[in-house]
């Protein structure tokens, strides 16, 4: 035996039959995870559609329909409790929001100035903060409608960004003071620390497969550190870029 095989359940996506139906597949765990199914209960599901059509000799498509009417009839029969999508959300909106001020932030201290703000961009802040904290609600209405919804939402991000970066040229008056090396730096490591969070809140709800691994089926790689990698590397860049840009 191979102590390491047990040291972590095979993921549903190194399966032969989810790689055969793959764009089925991926529809079935999208679906289920806009509705916040833990990934171990998504593999579960897998793994009886796999059964099933082992059995039959049906493909996904034949013998269970569209993945979204499936997945809605699952749904109906048995609610799982959360995975929680809210506590990955939350910490996106963190990192976001730091790469947001950290990256003014270096722009004031490449001049030698102390970071500022007035009324309006802390409206802009405020208002960018906003959006973020509804995607988790704004998940489905996205993914189904991308055009319409998403990029309407990711124009009214852009719009708040600006918003911030162009407030500080209207000649108001200053309403907060923060000393710009000290919140460069230290948003620097709340990003990665968050990062990490980040990154065993990923670990811990894997799409796992209750099943035998599938005879020398490679295990992939693992890809949660190219999800939660680039907040922190783009901080440095932008960072950097504000500094000699200034």
């Known amino acids: 035996?191979?102590?390491?095989?047990?040291?972590?359940?095979?993921?549903?996506?190194?399966?032969?039959?989810?790689?055969?139906?793959?764009?089925?597949?991926?529809?079935?765990?999208?679906?289920?995870?806009?509705?916040?199914?833990p990934g171990p209960v998504i593999g579960e599901r897998l793994a009886e559609v796999e059964a099933h059509c082992a059995e039959t000799g049906e493909t996904p498509q034949d013998a269970f329909g569209e993945p979204s009417d499936y997945a809605r009839r699952l749904l109906e029969a048995d609610a799982p409790d959360p995975s929680g999508v809210w506590q990955v959300t939350l910490l996106s909106v963190a990192q976001m929001l730091a790469l947001l001020v950290g990256t003014s932030a270096?722009?004031?201290?490449?001049?030698?100035?102390?970071?500022?703000?007035?009324?309006?961009?802390?409206?802009?802040?405020?208002?960018?903060?906003?959006?973020?904290?509804?995607?988790?609600?704004?998940?489905?209405?996205?993914?189904?409608?991308?055009?319409?919804?998403?990029?309407?939402?990711l124009a009214l991000g852009t719009l708040a960004g600006a918003g911030s970066a162009a407030g500080g040229r209207l000649?108001?008056?200053?309403?907060?003071?923060?000393?710009?090396?000290?919140?460069?730096?230290?948003?620097?490591?709340?990003?990665?620390?968050?990062?990490?969070?980040l990154l065993r809140a990923l670990d811990e709800d894997p799409v796992t497969t209750p099943l035998a691994p599938a005879a020398a089926a490679p295990a992939r790689p693992r890809r949660a550190w190219g999800t939660v990698l680039p907040v922190p590397v783009g901080y440095v860049v932008l960072s950097a870029l504000s500094w000699v840009l200034r």
Not at 108 to 126: D, K
Not at 181 to 191: A, I, M, R
């Open 106 to 153: 270096a722009s004031s201290w490449g001049g030698g100035e102390a970071l500022t703000y007035n009324a309006v961009q802390l409206g802009s802040i405020a208002a960018f903060l906003a959006l973020l904290l509804t995607l988790p609600l704004l998940l489905r209405p996205i993914v189904q409608r991308p055009w319409s919804v998403g990029v309407p939402l």
């Open 1 to 37: 035996m191979n102590p390491s095989s047990d040291a972590r359940p095979q993921e549903a996506w190194d399966r032969p039959f989810v790689k055969e139906h793959q764009a089925w597949c991926d529809d079935l765990v999208v679906e289920l995870r806009l509705e916040d199914v």
């Open 171 to 197: 000649g108001l008056g200053t309403v907060l003071t923060l000393p710009a090396p000290v919140v460069t730096l230290g948003l620097f490591l709340v990003v990665v620390a968050l990062a990490v969070a």
